[in-house]
């Protein structure tokens, strides 16, 4: 078998230091949860259990920030749709969200609203409301709808009963429920989502760095035979 090239074995032992560098916070991590499980298993106590309060902890921080980002994420690409700020717009989806409509709904209504020269607010919506209660008859509610909201009006049709008092205790709730985000909210979410993935990045470029000479070293070992 040839011999190793020496320097495709120092590329190697430093791709594995720099592997152990990026694990290092991990392993640290890992050995907390280790210590604790072993002074707490001299009493019986078992912390792969389900009711582990430290593994419940990390589950419910990692299930809030998935949340949040995912929920920025879709606030801002409506904000993209409606012209609104986060807020206004966290607002509007909070809301219709309440009633079972969906972003992907919202957007159309969004859009329908924009071609009219209105501004897709839950003000506005509050707006079309009554003078949707003003029309008379079914066939002319419906045409009013479809000119005003696209076919999301269909799926709005409950909310378009609501008295201006209800929309305002929507508003209220909305508020209150802490999901109305702030454009500086969002922005900071979206950039936590992207250093998570140049963090991915990173971590594939170290497995490349390492993968590399290893090939190289394997084809050589096998050539020689």
Same mark, same amino acid.
């Given at each position: ?57 990390? !589950? ?16 801002? @690409? ?19 969200? @309440? ?117 190289? !070293? ?8």
């Amino acid at each position: 078998m040839a011999e190793i090239n020496i320097e495709v074995k120092a590329q190697v032992e430093q791709a594995v230091r720099d592997l152990g560098r990026v694990n290092k916070s991990f392993d640290l991590m890992g050995k907390a949860n280790q210590d604790a499980a072993g002074a707490l298993g001299v009493f019986g106590v078992s912390l792969t259990s389900i009711s582990n309060p430290l593994t419940l902890v990390a !589950t419910t921080i990692k299930a809030s920030i998935d949340y949040t980002a995912k929920w920025a994420d879709e606030i801002d @690409d409506l904000s993209r749709v409606t012209g609104q700020s986060a807020e206004q717009t966290s607002i509007l989806a909070t809301v219709l969200g @309440d009633y079972g409509i969906g972003v992907s709904t919202v957007k159309i209504a969004a859009k329908a609203m924009r071609e009219e020269g209105l501004t897709p607010t839950l003000a506005t919506l509050r707006d079309l409301a009554a003078e949707y209660q003003s029309i008379d008859g079914a066939a002319a509610k419906n045409a009013w709808g479809v000119k005003k909201l696209g076919r999301s009006y269909f799926d709005l049709s409950e909310i378009l009963s609501k008295s201006p008092a209800e929309f305002d205790q929507l508003a209220a709730a909305a508020q209150r429920s802490g999901k109305v985000m702030s454009g500086e909210a969002v922005d900071a979410a979206q950039a936590y989502t992207l250093q998570l993935a140049q963090m991915g990045d990173k971590l594939d470029g170290l497995k490349i760095k390492l993968g590399v000479p290893l090939i190289e !070293t394997v084809s050589a070992a096998v050539t020689s035979f």
